[in-house]
């Protein structure tokens, strides 16, 4: 094979190389027949809309979702402490009754959340009321199993703020 033919060879090559790559790095579609793209809507719906790609055809299909609830995350965290305002509560009016005054000032509560979900410590960081009773109170308020899907420890804060007039609902 003379020096033109090889050459005209490597160029070739190098062509279709030049060209596989170009097409592989460009394109968003992921490799294989079977695909599924997740539509617009966002997670927290009970209902999913999305394109399933089997080859050439695209079928649009729902599925029934329920959202993941991480109570690690604070937004979760929160509405999951609401549900001990009772609890709460009842600490507040026992030490209205022992002290013949409504608690007033900023707790916070570090709680270390199992694996399960369940507090494996709970720890006053802030307390400006400083009545070792109403704490412990708290904290037995505060023993509550949180949502925990992806078994993992964490530390979320409940903050509390107590006032001489509370707000009427």
């Not at 005209?8 to 579609?29: I, W």
């Not at 992921?30 to 695909?35: D, E, Q, R």
């Not at 394109?51 to 959202?67: A, D, F, M, S, Y």
Request: net charge positive.
């Amino acid at each position: 094979m003379s020096l033109k033919g090889r050459i005209g060879v490597y160029v070739c090559v190098l062509a279709l190389l030049l060209g596989a790559c170009r097409r592989t790095s460009n394109s968003s579609k992921p490799h294989g027949n079977n695909a599924v793209d997740v539509g617009v809507k966002p997670v927290q719906t009970k209902s999913q809309e999305i394109l399933v790609r089997q080859g050439n055809r695209v079928q649009k299909t729902t599925i029934e979702t329920e959202p993941i609830l991480d109570g690690c995350s604070m937004e979760v965290a929160s509405s999951i402490l609401k549900k001990t305002h009772p609890a709460i509560k009842i600490c507040g009016q026992s030490f209205a009754e022992r002290s013949r005054k409504r608690p007033v000032g900023k707790m916070i509560f570090a709680l270390l959340l199992q694996k399960d979900g369940w507090p494996r410590k709970i720890a006053a960081t802030t307390d400006e009321i400083g009545d070792a009773i109403f704490t412990g109170c708290i904290k037995e308020a505060l023993k509550i199993r949180f949502p925990n899907p992806f078994g993992k420890e964490c530390i979320i804060q409940a903050p509390f703020t107590f006032t001489a007039n509370p707000r009427e609902r």
